[in-house]
């Protein structure tokens, strides 16, 4: 299975922009997907995910109410649309895939990983 992720770039403070990620490969079964980030200097940090019904999503507090996780099991796609956006939101985004769970907040229990897009906010 591979991920690919795409739409990062430069924004100004109170912008939007949307991620997205595709799976490729053999991407069957059910998976949740969920969205990570790094931050230059922090450690990785979970942003939220969503189950694969779509049904079931969970954010970060840091994003609740500016961020929406939204899938496409016919693309095999997930996305990230992120509103309001602060300087505190640039890191290098990734999507990751979690079989055979709901959805999760824990890294290590996601299976595969995309490469990340860069999110610049300016102020």
């Known amino acids: 299975v591979q991920l690919q992720a795409s739409g990062g770039g430069l924004v100004q403070a109170g912008g939007s922009l949307t991620l997205s990620c595709t799976a490729s490969g053999r991407t069957f079964g059910n998976y949740a997907m969920g969205w990570f980030r790094q931050a230059p200097g922090k450690e990785r940090e979970f942003v939220g995910c969503i189950s694969w019904s779509g049904g079931s999503t969970n954010y970060a507090d840091s994003v609740k109410g500016r961020f929406t996780i939204s899938r496409t099991n016919a693309k095999n796609t997930v996305y990230l649309q992120m509103n309001s956006l602060k300087p505190e939101d640039t890191a290098v985004y990734y999507c990751?895939?979690?079989?055979?769970?709901?959805?999760?907040?824990?890294?290590?229990?996601?299976?595969?990983w995309g490469q990340g897009t860069l999110v610049t906010v300016s102020s």
């Open positions: 990751a895939l979690a079989y055979g769970k709901v959805w999760s907040t824990r890294d290590a229990e996601y299976n595969y």
